[in-house]
Each structure stands twice: as C-alpha cells, then as structure tokens.
C-alpha cells in the first residue's frame, strides 16, 4: 500500500513539474512578444533537403513591428532587409537584388516571424513541445493548410531566444541556433533601411 502510494505521488510530482516546463515555453514565447521590441544577436543555420545541408552563420536585428536586417557572412555574404513595406535580399556575390512586397505569408522566413509580435499566434496554433538540451520548446501548426511551413518550433533558454526549427511545405527543414541575444537592444529606424548598390541588378517579385 506505501509503495503505491509512493508511486503515485511521484507520478503526480513528475506530471506537474513536467507540465510546468512546458508551460515555461508558452510563458517566454508570450513574454518575449510583450516586452521585446528591438532585438539583436547571432545566429548559425542550418539547412537540410533530400540532396543537401547547408550551414550558414551570420548576425541579425529587430525593431518591432515589421523591421528587420538579417545579415549572412559565412560561408557567402547576403543580407536581407525589411523596411516594413519592402524586403530586400541582397546577394553580394551575384550583384543582385531582389525586392518582394512584405506583406506576404508569415512563413517567408524567421526574420519576418520574429519581428511580427503577433503572427504567429494569429496564423499559427500553439501547445508546448517538450525540452531538449535546457531548451524549452513551442510547437505551432498552421490553422490553413496553404501555409509556407508545416509547422515552426521556436525554443527558449528561460526567458531567452534559443533556437528555431521550420519545415517547409516541400519538406526542407531549416535549424536555427541563436547566440547573444539582446532583447534590450537601442536600434534606429535608419538602420533598416537599404538602396540597391550601383551596378546590381534588382528584381521584381
């Protein structure tokens, strides 16, 4: 009889501290949309497809809502901007830009997700997903199947942005991990800004 006993109530000790873990992802995705407004940090990506993987690494910025300058160095430079009306992608060693209305879907990628406070949770349905590595995760599906992604994890170390996962609707599955993230970061309006060098060509999409 103590023995069950026992074993009932470490199983209802292990429930309850395991659906406090969770519900800490939701908490920090919640508290990281309320109280962040400029953002800054690194980031390494990672890229799996059928044929490939592709890692790069770079740094970003936030200033919510809208802005954004997601800048890759390694192993190519290519920087994609969003000045709220426009995103632009620049890719430097083709000497190309490429311009894209940013009213579009929410998951043309992670920069447009996280500087939007409410796009995911208007688009997208959330439940905890679990921890991994210290790091709590939030699970959300899309609430319309012609969605750019199948479903976004985004990952929190306490209250701090830690990782990203996408899979996209061909398949493709993107890893973000982020490093010295900033949520307190002083940004200007003149930093997301961008004119097309001379000599690139810019394209239309």
């Known amino acids: 009889m103590m023995k069950t ?4 109530f470490a199983a209802a000790l292990f429930t309850a501290f395991a659906a406090q873990a969770q519900a800490g992802a939701i908490d920090a995705l919640k508290k990281f949309n309320d109280d962040a407004d400029g953002i800054s940090g690194s980031f ?7 044929k490939k993987t592709q890692i790069s690494s770079g740094s970003f910025k936030i200033l919510r809502p809208g802005l954004f300058r997601w ?3 390694k192993p190519y430079q290519q920087t994609i901007v969003g000045d709220g009306k426009t995103i632009w992608l620049y ?34 349905s959330l439940k905890e997903d679990g921890s991994k590595n210290g790091v709590d995760y939030v699970l959300a599906t899309p609430k319309k199947n012609n969605a750019g992604y199948q479903f976004i994890r985004i990952g929190f170390k306490g209250d701090t942005l ?7 609707s061909f398949g493709n599955q993107t ?11 002083h940004l200007s309006r003149g930093a997301f800004t961008f004119t097309p060098p001379k000599g690139v060509d ?4």
């Open 5 to 8: 006993w026992k074993t009932l």
């Open 44 to 50: 390494t990506q990672t890229v799996r497809s059928k």
């Open 71 to 73: 800048e890759y160095t």
């Open 91 to 124: 890719d430097i060693e083709l000497k190309q830009v490429t311009k894209s209305d940013q009213n579009q879907a929410i998951g043309d990628s992670p920069a447009a997700i996280l500087s939007n406070k409410t796009a995911l949770d208007a688009s997208y």
């Open 162 to 168: 830690a990782a990203m996962e996408l899979k996209d």
């Open 175 to 185: 890893s973000i991990s982020f490093g010295g993230v900033n949520t307190n970061a």
């Open 202 to 205: 810019v394209l239309s999409q």
